[in-house]
């Protein structure tokens, strides 16, 4: 595997928590396969999880809550294996797993995902867990080949009958990310994170942007304009493939986050704790944001607000607090730009780690149209992963956010697959099932594509 920041990406307070203040929605589709499986079980059979990459815990420390609460008197024994790549260990994950003791056993192994199979054993698992873990195999292990490597050997590792609840980044619209669009930024904080990171990503990421028909250009005035002659004050105009714009959109939320963290600008928001989700309307992605200055106010733009929480923080509505940080960040992208300033140097911590990274590496139609044919492919057709179930379950503050300053912001949240491992020789039920999903929710392409793997 590349480098990342081992300590940044396990801890507790890495990008999805900080922002959304939970993890709930990262255990929907586990909770889900342990209801079907309950159905087939002997009372006091054991139940075999395994997740791939806990990190910080967050989705195990959801996934205890939600079994607590809503499969209380689950009929089988619990037991938990976890995989982690060496060297990443947090307290917060130690904390998970004692959480997760309450319910059932759990053990840590250390290993890579594309080497499940081996590392726990073949026909072992009833329940793989992979959340926001497959962009980094992309990502770090080397694109395509690398994701097929770790869905044929979860496939392996799956019991015929087990489920894979796969979730990552939501990816865009349509069948494919190199479809060509031009898209117009209008703020500085947006026009010069782009000049800045784009070139970046398009030479240092495993990305699939590389032939000659899917270059980048900038259109600003008159024309096309180099990169380095972009004005950052003026709108540009970029025509690229469309899964750019997605890691663009994706990046910049990324990066305001981090310099937030950084404590970056004149402002730091409270980022863990309560004050961290107080939403004035949740399912709308409206929140309340608590914060501090970092030093006299002066006459930045949150200077007016006077509400203060029980612990002295300013309290001011996202709508208001979030214009604010994208003239922050304008600013901080304009110092970034200059060598040798302090502002240049979080950017390249940032951009060194978090650059390379792709966050879409498949549309929805691409990933249920190769997992079907890759690990049908790998097992001779004895057993392949078939969705269940498909969702998207957005992450509405961002969201929100995205849609009031972008012309055609992408939903930013999790894609979700629960896939099953069926042998479909023996289980037309099960194929019938899963080309119900497949056909609800996928292009004409694709149906067609998994019928062809199947005949
Ligand atoms: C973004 S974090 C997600 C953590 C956690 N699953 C969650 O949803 O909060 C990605 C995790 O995947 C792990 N990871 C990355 N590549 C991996 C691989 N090839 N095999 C196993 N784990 C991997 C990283 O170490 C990291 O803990």
Sequence with gaps: MGQFDLHEKSAATYLDKAANGSGVDKCGLTVDALTRLQNQLRPRQMTDIVEIGPGGGIALEALTGAIKTQLPAYIGKLSLRLLELDGIESESLRKARRGFGEIGESTLHVGDAREIDRILGQDSSDVIVACAVLHEVYSYGGGLPALKDAFCAANDTLREGGYMAYRDIVSVPGESLLDR???TFHSESWVRFSRMFLPYYLKNAQHPYGAEQDQVSF??????????????????TINAPIGVFRELQRHYITFRDHAWRSDAFEVA????????????????????????????????????????DSEGNYVADCDVFDPAADLFLAHFLEQANKPGTEQSD??????????????VYYTLDNLIGAVAAQTFDHTGGKKMLLPRRISVSPRAYYTRYLKRNLERAFVDGGQQVLFQAINPRTRPDLVE???????????????????????
Excluded at 225 to 235: A, G
Excluded at 295 to 307: A, H, M, Y
Excluded at 433 to 455: D, K, P, R
Aim: hydrophobic share 35%.
């Design 219 to 236: 259109e600003q005035g008159l024309g096309i304009v180099s990169v380095d002659d972009v004005d950052p004050v003026e709108p540009v």
């Design 346 to 359: 979080i950017w390249k911590r940032w951009v060194d780690r978090e650059g390379p990274e792709t966050y």
């Design 181 to 183: 669009r031009k898209e």
């Design 269 to 308: 928001p409270v980022l863990d704790g309560p004050f961290a989700s107080d939403w004035v309307d949740e399912r709308q992605g409206r929140k309340r944001i608590h914060f501090r200055f970092n030093s006299e106010p002066g006459d930045n733009p949150l200077s007016e607000i006077e509400e203060t």
């Design 433 to 455: 099932a899963a080309m119900t999903q497949i056909v609800a929710n996928c292009s004409e392409n694709t149906v067609n594509q998994v019928h062809g793997t199947l005949a």
